[in-house]
């Protein structure tokens, strides 16, 4: 039997390259407040289109096999969340963003906005120069124009202004299966959320509650869906309802609050959610509760904490609305080449809880 001299031996594993006809996909992860993003680096096809939202619905169509390939497991998992880079729409934007997740293609993401900032400048794909700078990101929802603070080669937070957010129904009621009559607010941020209040249920935002934030986030969802028409003022594709957010007091009393987002399939984010505190800050807002410029700070399920404040007021469609303004911070986590083996019958995904 031959003997392998550890570890110097195993570096031909390094140097391997796999057969011919199995395609390959490099990422690069990151994780802002602990949700992860694989950004898709090459390797993928790019999706085609005018817009954003057309080449969104251009992946759903043609592409979808790598989503399931990178978001589910065995290469990724039932939370996983990734986005694809991609031309921008508009002459004066850097550059234009597809996030994806275990159901399908999201609006919007502000973790992910952090994250894919923070990833382009520490690899040099965006240049230092433009640190402190204004960075404008064509996204599904609109435009978003984030800014990076640095301190060398790092970037140490993000802050960035998001699409128009708004509170669409207040103190609103729907009769949610195995709970009874439950009130929420509906409000945008860049994505719809059913936002309810964890108390009311008894139930605490913390890790060991974690199924059963699942079991009533997801049953929330659909009885808000099934009841309630969700309806975006200017486009059909935004006209859905995301997820469900609970809100409860922080644990940590120099913070405001904390949130827990359960979005997509049951998926349950670990960040306190972009688009998540956007519609927080405007329902804020519209109660009289938050002043414009106040900036308030939200902990999520793991302790991570995202500040957002108001910026200004504005009209969108019939909403009296505001424009968010959202500060977290993202690091790097890997890089990575997946292989697609059209001859192994799990390699295109499957999911388990």
């Not at 392998?4 to 395609?23: K, M, V």
């Not at 996204?139 to 301190?151: D, F, K, M, N, S």
């Amino acid at each position: 039997m031959k003997d392998i001299r550890f570890p110097a031996a195993l570096t031909a594993a390094i140097g391997w390259q796999p057969p011919a006809g199995i395609e390959r996909i490099t990422v690069l992860d990151a994780h802002t407040g602990g949700e992860p993003l694989r950004i898709l680096l090459a390797g993928m096809p790019t999706p085609v289109g005018s817009s954003v939202l057309s080449r969104r619905r251009d992946a759903l169509e043609r592409l979808d096999n790598y989503r399931r390939a990178l978001m589910w497991e065995p290469r990724g998992h039932a939370d996983m969340y990734g986005c694809i880079v991609l031309p921008p729409d508009t002459p004066d934007a850097h550059f234009g963003v597809l996030f994806l997740h275990n159901e399908g293609y999201s609006s919007m993401c502000g973790h992910g906005i952090i994250a894919v900032v923070t990833a382009l400048f520490e690899t040099g794909v965006l240049p230092a120069e433009l640190a402190g700078q204004e960075i404008r990101i064509d996204a599904p929802a609109g435009r978003i124009v984030a800014v990076a603070q640095c301190t060398g080669s790092r970037v140490t937070r993000v802050c960035f202004r998001n699409v128009p957010s708004f509170l669409a129904l207040r103190d609103a009621t729907a009769d949610v299966p195995g709970v009874g009559t439950l009130r929420f607010d509906l409000a945008f941020g860049g994505a719809f959320y059913a936002y309810v209040d964890a108390t009311t249920l008894g139930l605490q935002l913390v890790a060991e509650e974690y199924r059963r934030i699942i079991e009533l986030g997801s049953a929330i969802k659909h009885a808000v869906m099934t009841q309630f028409p969700v309806e975006h003022p200017a486009e059909a594709d935004l006209s859905f309802l995301y997820g469900t957010i609970f809100v409860a007091p922080p644990q940590d009393p120099s913070n405001h609050s904390r949130n827990c987002c359960v979005f997509a399939d049951g998926e349950v984010d670990r960040s306190p959610t972009g688009t998540g505190v956007s519609g927080r800050a405007a329902i804020h807002v519209a109660r009289g509760e938050l002043a414009i410029g106040e900036e308030i700070r939200i902990e999520s399920l793991v302790g991570s904490v995202f500040g957002v404040r108001a910026v200004e007021r504005m009209r969108f469609g019939p909403h009296e609305a505001i424009v968010p303004e959202v500060s977290g911070r993202a690091a790097l986590t890997g890089r990575s080449e997946f292989w697609l083996d059209p001859e192994d019958t799990l390699g295109g995904g499957f999911l388990l809880r």
